[in-house]
Structure formats: structure tokens, C-alpha cells
């Protein structure tokens, strides 16, 4: 007796989210054991294809090469002195890397040396 709407991928008794369609025989349910023919699944792709990025360690050499010749920004520029060179410029971005009711941690970077440092707020 089917209960449910048949939407592909749950179970037409009792409505759970059926497990992956494997590649040979039928599909149970994990919540009320009924024994499903693979058609349960009818509209979804068992298929699919993973692609990787390519690597190639010359370009990240020229990228980190070109940054350190210039003198560009990575985000927004602040007066704060550096503590390593004593450059009174400093570029920043901010993560909220802590819970939701503290501050954000912001990271400065200097323009000249490329000294990082992090600060709570």
C-alpha cells in the first residue's frame, strides 16, 4: 500500500530517504524494511563523474613571484604599523572564524614586507 507521493529517492510507505542505489539488487529501507525494486529511484542519476583541478606548481611559483614585486593590495588599505619593517601601511580582511556572539578575527598584512598578523575584536 503506498502512502506517500513517489518522489525519487524516498520510500513510497513511509516516506524516509532511501539509501544509495547500489549497483546490483534491491533497495530496503532503512526505516520500515519494505524491499524496493531499483525503479524507486525513477528521475535520478546513479551517475556521475568527478574532475580534479590540474596542478602546476610553475603558475603558483609566478603568481607568488609577481606578488612580491608588487606592492598591490589584497583588500582594503589601513594606517597600522608594521612590527616587523615599521611601514605604517597595512592591507586587512576578516573572517568571523570564532562563534556567532564574538567578534570577527581580522588579518592585516603589511604592504611592504608582507608581514601578516591576526587580532581579535
Known amino acids: 500500500m503506498e502512502v506517500f507521493n ?3 529517492g524516498f520510500c513510497p510507505s513511509c516516506g524516509s530517504i532511501l539509501p544509495p542505489l547500489q ?11 519494505e524491499e524496493l525494486l531499483p ?5 535520478e542519476k546513479s551517475e556521475f563523474t568527478i574532475q580534479f583541478n590540474t596542478y602546476d606548481p610553475s603558475k603558483v611559483f609566478n ?9 598591490e593590495a589584497d583588500g582594503p588599505v589601513v594606517e597600522r604599523k608594521c612590527p616587523k619593517c ?6 586587512y580582511a576578516t573572517l568571523q572564524l570564532r562563534s556567532a556572539d564574538e567578534g570577527q578575527t581580522v ?4 604592504l611592504k614586507c608582507k608581514y601578516k ?3 581579535n575584536s
Request: with cysteine.
Open 23 to 33: 549497483v546490483k539488487g534491491n533497495v530496503i529501507c532503512y526505516n520500515c524494511k
Open 63 to 71: 603568481r607568488a613571484k609577481r606578488e612580491s614585486e608588487s606592492s
Open 39 to 43: 525503479e524507486v529511484y525513477s528521475g
Open 107 to 110: 588579518f592585516f598584512t603589511c
Open 117 to 119: 598578523e591576526s587580532e
Open 86 to 91: 615599521g611601514n605604517d601601511k597595512m592591507s
Open 6 to 8: 513517489n518522489c525519487p
